[in-house]
């Protein structure tokens, strides 16, 4: 006799067996510590994706190289249903082999899974707050730009901030715990905020390397780049523009200009002081950016990526944005250049040259 099953029972039982389910799915998933990690959901090398194998976490996953998160349905649906949610819900019952339990048990099964998805629900709401909290703490408790390893850094991507007359109050200076060896390293901390409330979501972590001449660069690991916890549609404000004005006293129709990471976004500050830059943190993050309902619209400062995913996402993007009433315009840096930041530091490095930085 066939019956339904829950889907708390489903997802339940499926964390049970994550340390099963994940090298199934994706072969080239590699067990860290109480994590899998991976390139991306559908299983390529790499490292940015960390999927969460134990306590009430367990089969939770986040991409720190966008947006993108799920639970364990979602992973199924992504390694064995190619992204069909629907269809994961009979193959993980048949792989769980749920259809065999007596009726007593299942209900038995049920009640508890309800109970322990009720209680996981309600321990990440408090996580994500904590950690929010100890985000601010981390933001307030670090120091101005100038005259920190983190200008350093900057000065080594040919940004110099005295250009813009003063820094970005968003980007701060803080040693911080590495996650990947667990010691302390030189760090730029940008605060990503909520468009309208103005709330700080999250810091997200440039961790740095000091070298014995002086440079400074990004930090030799897999992921120098993090988030400190989930930042869906925030965004980091770089530059005010001609009207100095916060971005919820914008004027009325006000263009931004959005790039994807910091030295990008201050490349462009620089070319084109008169424009309002922020970052989205993720190509992923862009189209859903909290933007005040006067914005009349978004210069989106893309890469020339033609990596088939970062187009796929770019045009999503473009497309939510779109439907949010907000117009865009791509821009890009001239090719064979990266980006701007790219295309700034070759010209800083021929004399005299920076002049020619084009406008957007």
Same mark, same amino acid.
């Given at each position: 006799m066939s019956f339904a099953v829950s889907i708390d029972l489903i997802k339940a039982k499926l964390c049970e067996r994550i340390d099963t389910l994940v090298p199934e799915l994706f072969p080239n998933a590699t067990p860290e510590g109480k994590e899998w990690t991976m390139g991306d959901v559908y299983g390529a090398p790499g490292r940015s994706l960390? #999927?969460?194998?134990? $306590?009430?976490? *367990?089969?939770?996953?986040?991409?720190? $190289?966008?947006?993108a998160k799920g639970d364990v349905l979602d992973l199924v649906a992504a390694g064995a249903c190619e992204g069909d949610i629907k269809a994961a819900i009979p193959w993980a019952v048949n792989w769980l082999k749920l259809g065999g339990m007596s009726a007593q048990e299942r209900r038995r099964q049920e009640d508890k899974a309800?109970?322990? @998805?009720?209680?996981? *629900?309600?321990? =990440?709401?408090?996580? +994500?707050? =904590? +950690?929010r909290r100890l985000a601010? $703490?981390?933001?307030?408790? @670090?120091?101005?730009?100038p005259g920190t390893p983190a200008e350093r850094y900057l000065l080594g991507r040919a940004i110099d901030l005295r250009r813009l007359g003063r820094a970005p109050g968003a980007l701060r200076f803080k040693p911080m715990k590495c996650p990947e060896t667990g010691e302390m390293r030189p760090c730029m901390l940008a605060a990503v905020n909520h468009g309208i409330t103005g709330e700080l979501l999250?810091?997200?972590?440039?961790?740095?390397? =000091?070298?014995?001449?002086?440079?400074?660069?990004? /930090?030799?690991? /897999?992921?120098?780049?993090? /988030?400190?916890?989930?930042? *869906?549609?925030?965004?980091?404000?770089?530059?005010?523009?001609?009207?100095?004005?916060? #971005? !919820?006293? !914008?004027? =009325? $129709? &006000?263009?931004? *200009?959005? @790039?994807?990471?910091?030295?990008?976004? %201050?490349?462009? /500050? +620089?070319?084109?002081? &008169?424009?309002?830059? %922020?970052?989205?943190?993720? +190509?992923?993050?862009l189209g859903n950016i909290t933007l005040p309902d006067h914005i009349g619209g978004v210069y989106v400062i893309a890469d020339n990526d033609s990596e088939p995913d970062a187009l796929r996402q770019l045009n999503a993007s473009l497309a939510l944005l779109e439907t949010r009433n907000f117009p865009t315009r791509v821009v890009r840096a001239p090719e064979p250049h990266k980006d701007f930041n790219d295309w700034l530091q070759v010209l800083a490095a021929q004399s005299g040259k920076e002049r020619q930085f084009a406008h957007v």
């Open positions: 960390s #999927i969460c194998r134990v $306590g009430h976490k *367990a089969g939770w996953w986040r991409d720190f $190289g966008g947006t309800r109970r322990v @998805a009720a209680d996981h *629900a309600h321990r =990440q709401r408090s996580d +994500l707050a =904590q +950690l601010k $703490g981390h933001f307030l408790s @670090a120091a101005p730009l999250t810091v997200h972590r440039h961790f740095l390397e =000091q070298h014995l001449d002086g440079r400074v660069t990004k /930090a030799s690991m /897999a992921k120098p780049k993090r /988030a400190y916890c989930e930042y *869906a549609g925030g965004f980091v404000p770089l530059s005010r523009g001609r009207s100095g004005k916060p #971005i !919820a006293q !914008a004027p =009325q $129709g &006000e263009w931004v *200009a959005c @790039a994807e990471g910091v030295e990008n976004g %201050l490349s462009v /500050a +620089l070319a084109r002081p &008169e424009l309002r830059v %922020l970052t989205s943190v993720s +190509l992923a993050n």
